[in-house]
C-alpha cells in the first residue's frame, strides 16, 4: 500500500517529468524561431548587473569572464579589462551628433576658436629657462634624435638649422643622427655647422635591427604591397619605408647609443618651427613625469592599418596580458566612428587617430617598458609592418594611449611647427609666421584634425 508521503513523492517526480517532455517539446516547435534569437550567454548577461558580486579569485574572473558575464557600469566606461574579456566600447560622452559632414564643421569651429585663444607656458610645473652660462648647465637626461640619409643633407639641414634657432641653441642638448648606411664626412661636416656648439653624435644602425626579420613570406610581402600600391598607398612598395616604420616603431630606443639617454625629441627633414622656446621641454618633461609629447594629431590611411587594431586585441586577451592596460588610459579618441566613420569601419574598430609622429618627445624607458615592449614583439611577430604598412605614428599613439595614464601625455599647445599640409600654431607671445587656429594649407583636410576627438572624448586636463 502506498503511503501519503510516497504519492506526494510520486507526484513531484511525475510534475517535473511532464515540466521537462513538454519543454523539450516546445523548443523543437520553435526550433526557427529560437534560432533567430539570440540566446547566448552574452546576451543574457548584458541585461544583469553583477557589480554586487564580491572580490572574486583571478580563476573565479576568469570562468565568469568565459562566458562573458560582465557588469553594465564597466561598460558604461567604454572599456572592460578582465583576462579573455578586454573590450573597448565608444560611449560618445560629449553627446556629439550629427552625420560626418556636420561633426567635421563642429570641432573644426571649436579648434579654431580654441587656438585662438591666447595661451603662454604650460601651468603645471616649475619651468627652467635658458641658462645665462651654458658651460655649468645641468641637462636633463636627452638627446635630439634625426633618422636620415646622406641624399637628405639640405632638408634636414633647413629643419636642425629652425630648430637650433628656436630651442636648442639656449640649452645645447647633444643631437644624435641615425643612418641604416654610414655617414659622409660631408653630411658630418655640414650638419656641425648647423649645431654649432652643441654635441653630435653619428650613429649607423646594425643590420640586424634594421631589415625586415627573417620570418617575413617574400611572396606574401610582395603581393600585399602590389595590392597597396594599387590603391595609391604612398610608400607602399618601398622596403626601406617599411623598414623605418618597423625600426621606430620598436627598435631605435634600444640602440646601444640610446641606452644612456631617457628622453628623446625627434626631428624630419623639412619640417617648420615658428616658437623661441623659453623652457627647457625636456626639463618639463622630466618635473611632470611626461611619457609622450605631441603637437599635431590626425587620422591615418585605413588600409595601411587594417589589422593593427585587432591584433592588439588579439594580444591584450592572451593571458595575463589585460594587466597591462592602464585604466585611466585614452581609449574613446582611439575608437571613435563619428567623423570618419569609414576608416573605424576597415580599420577593425580603430579610428585610426594618432599621434603625428614626424614631432614627438618621449621617455625611451617608457617604450623599453614591459607593457609596451612586450606588445610591440606580438605586433612584430605578426608580420604586419611589412603585409600592411603599420606606421610607427599609429603604433606609438596606441601604445601610450592603451599602457600610460593619459595625463602623462602632453599636447604641445605652445610650440608652433609645421610638416606640410598640416600646422600646430596657437596664439602666444613667443609664436612668430604662422596662421593662428590654421589647421592645414587644404580646407577639405580638415576633417582630418583628431586632436578635439583626443581632448574632449577622453577628457584631457588643460595645462595651460
Known amino acids: 500500500m502506498v503511503t501519503l508521503r510516497k504519492r506526494k513523492l510520486l507526484y513531484v517526480v511525475t510534475t517535473l517529468a511532464i515540466t521537462v517532455i513538454l519543454l523539450l517539446q516546445l523548443t523543437i516547435v520553435n526550433h526557427r524561431q529560437l534560432i533567430n534569437e539570440d540566446w547566448s550567454f552574452k546576451s543574457l548577461s548584458d541585461k544583469f548587473d553583477f557589480s554586487y558580486l564580491p572580490n572574486l579569485s583571478e580563476n ?3 570562468s565568469y569572464n ?18 579573455n574579456n ?31 585663444e591666447e595661451v603662454l607656458m604650460p601651468k603645471d610645473a616649475v619651468l627652467v629657462p635658458p641658462p645665462s652660462d651654458l658651460s655649468s648647465y645641468e641637462h636633463a637626461n636627452a638627446t635630439i634624435v634625426a633618422l636620415v640619409r646622406n641624399a637628405e643633407l639640405s632638408k634636414i639641414g633647413q629643419s636642425i638649422k629652425r630648430f637650433h634657432k628656436s630651442f636648442n641653441s639656449k640649452f645645447n642638448y647633444t643631437y644624435t643622427f641615425i643612418n641604416d648606411q654610414p655617414f659622409t664626412e660631408k653630411f658630418k661636416t655640414r650638419i656641425r655647422k648647423y649645431t654649432e656648439t652643441a654635441p653630435v653624435e653619428f650613429v ?86 611626461k611619457v609622450y609629447g605631441f603637437t599635431i594629431s590626425l587620422y591615418d590611411i585605413e588600409e595601411t592599418v587594417k589589422s593593427l587594431w585587432p591584433e592588439t586585441l588579439k594580444y591584450l586577451n592572451k593571458g595575463d596580458n589585460y594587466k597591462y592596460v592602464n585604466e585611466n588610459g585614452s581609449f574613446q579618441w582611439l575608437i571613435e566612428n563619428l567623423q570618419n566613420p569609414g576608416k573605424n569601419k576597415v580599420a577593425g574598430g580603430y579610428s585610426t587617430c594618432h599621434f603625428w609622429s614626424n614631432f614627438e618627445i618621449g621617455d625611451m ?60 600654431c596657437a596664439r602666444t607671445p613667443f609664436t612668430r609666421s604662422c596662421n593662428v587656429g590654421k589647421f592645414t594649407r587644404w580646407e577639405h583636410l580638415n576633417d582630418q584634425n583628431c586632436l578635439m576627438n583626443w581632448l574632449e572624448y577622453d577628457e584631457i586636463k588643460d595645462v595651460y
Open 86 to 116: 578586454v573590450r573597448f566600447e565608444f560611449v560618445n560622452n560629449v553627446e556629439r551628433k550629427g552625420n560626418p559632414t556636420e561633426v567635421v564643421s563642429e570641432i573644426t569651429k571649436k579648434y579654431q576658436g580654441m587656438m585662438k
Open 60 to 62: 573565479l574572473k576568469a
Open 204 to 289: 649607423t644602425v646594425d643590420p640586424q635591427i634594421w631589415d625586415k626579420p627573417s620570418f617575413i613570406d617574400a611572396e606574401k610581402e610582395a603581393r600585399e604591397m602590389e595590392i597597396m600600391h594599387k590603391h595609391d598607398i604612398a610608400y607602399a612598395k618601398q622596403g626601406s619605408y617599411h623598414n623605418m616604420c618597423r625600426f621606430y616603431s620598436g627598435q631605435f630606443y634600444n640602440l646601444p647609443e640610446l641606452q644612456k639617454y631617457k628622453y628623446y625629441w625627434r626631428i624630419e627633414p623639412q619640417v617648420q618651427f615658428y616658437t623661441d622656446v623659453q623652457y627647457d621641454i625636456f626639463k618639463y618633461m622630466e618635473a611632470t613625469e
Open 365 to 424: 624607458d617608457f617604450f623599453r617598458g614591459e607593457a609596451y615592449n612586450n606588445w610591440f614583439k606580438y605586433l612584430d611577430s605578426t608580420g604586419g609592418f611589412y603585409y600592411e604598412r603599420w606606421g610607427d605614428a599609429p603604433v606609438h599613439s596606441i601604445g601610450v594611449s592603451l599602457f600610460a595614464d593619459k595625463s602623462k601625455i602632453h599636447w604641445f599647445r605652445d610650440l608652433g611647427y609645421n610638416h606640410d599640409p598640416y600646422y600646430n
Open 66 to 83: 568565459l562566458l562573458n558575464l560582465q557588469s553594465n557600469p564597466r561598460l558604461e566606461k567604454g572599456y572592460i579589462l578582465e583576462p
